[in-house]
């Protein structure tokens, strides 16, 4: 399920419109991942506490959005650009691949509850794949 | 690798009833009691055809499914969004043996419709996806797990005469 001419230019319209809320964006799919998946906790349990909207929270969630944009741009190959981050989580973070999806589902409820308007079907597709392709892409490396 | 849509590890043998909280009572019949039925049914079936276009399989009778405009303007999408959510009315009503109230509805959908069970994960998605939209901000983490919960008790209930 590769990625279209359509799918990129649909991704890259929407990420202009929410990444000026990418911090929020980003503590808002992680504070909402370790409350309805709570089997997410265990890869932060070297936090003081793993609460929604902690310090702790705040901070990761701007990197994985940053990961997000480094991805957007590097769109037309996902493998290659987001490499070092495949060898990062294969080898130092070791998360179950599985989590993807769940992190990847949370992101796509936070982007309907700020941009219900935005979120069409058809952009709800392309940035479906997308991070599908993103998620593929952390898991390169991993076996 | 586990399934996001499905809340992990969730048992519904014949011998073990889903217990609720309080707290998830009230913020499924809450959500249920705002949203409208005509309105987040056709929503939610529409998205699914498009983000996950073979879904479409199920739906050859229904005419024109050629893009997403023509799947969001399509009547019988419409109609049979709303009667999705008034078959999902009957579990919010009988929270306590969702299993039992469905169970000729699973069998109608193994042995009739021939539905791939993990198909209902997909629609579940996106009717999550349908209410987060509409509820926005109130759509807070705790509301989303009480949601999906349902989702999933649903989802399991759907699927059990399936042989």
């Known amino acids: 399920m590769s990625l279209s001419d359509k799918d990129k230019a649909a991704v890259r319209a929407l990420w202009s419109t929410i990444s000026k809320s990418s911090d929020a964006i980003g503590n808002d799919a992680l504070s909402r991942m370790i409350v309805v998946y709570p089997q997410t906790k265990i890869y932060f349990s070297h936090w003081p506490e793993v609460i929604p909207g902690s310090i702790h929270i705040k901070e990761h969630g701007k990197k994985v959005m940053g990961g997000i944009e480094l991805a957007v741009s590097k769109i037309d190959d996902l493998k290659t650009g987001l490499f070092e981050l495949s060898e990062q989580h294969a080898f130092k973070l070791r998360v179950d691949p599985g989590n993807f999806k769940i992190l990847n589902h949370c992101i796509l409820v936070v982007i309907a509850t700020m941009f219900p308007k935005e979120f069409t079907p058809e952009a709800h597709v392309s940035l479906d794949k997308f991070l599908s392709g993103v998620a593929l892409a952390l898991a390169e490396r991993y076996r | ?163």
């Open chain 2, 1 to 163: 690798m586990p399934e996001n849509s499905v809340s992990a590890d969730l048992q519904t043998g014949s011998d073990k009833m889903v217990e609720w909280t309080d707290f998830e009572r009230d913020t499924i019949k809450d959500i249920f009691s705002r949203i409208e039925y005509d309105v987040v049914g056709p929503a939610a079936l529409a998205r699914c055809l498009v983000v996950y276009p073979w879904t479409q399989r199920y739906f050859s009778g229904f005419g024109n499914l050629y893009n997403a405009a023509a799947i969001k303007g399509n009547p019988m999408v419409s109609k049979h969004g709303t009667t999705i959510m008034h078959g999902l009315d009957r579990a919010v009503k009988n929270l306590d043996d969702i299993e039992n109230t469905y169970t000729e509805l699973s069998v109608l959908h193994s042995e009739k419709l021939h539905v791939d069970p993990d198909n209902f994960k997909l629609l579940a998605d996106c009717l999550t996806i349908v209410v987060a939209a509409q509820l926005g901000k109130e759509f807070t983490g705790e509301v989303q797990a009480a949601f999906q919960k349902f989702l999933a008790v649903v989802v399991s209930s759907l699927g059990r005469q399936y042989h």
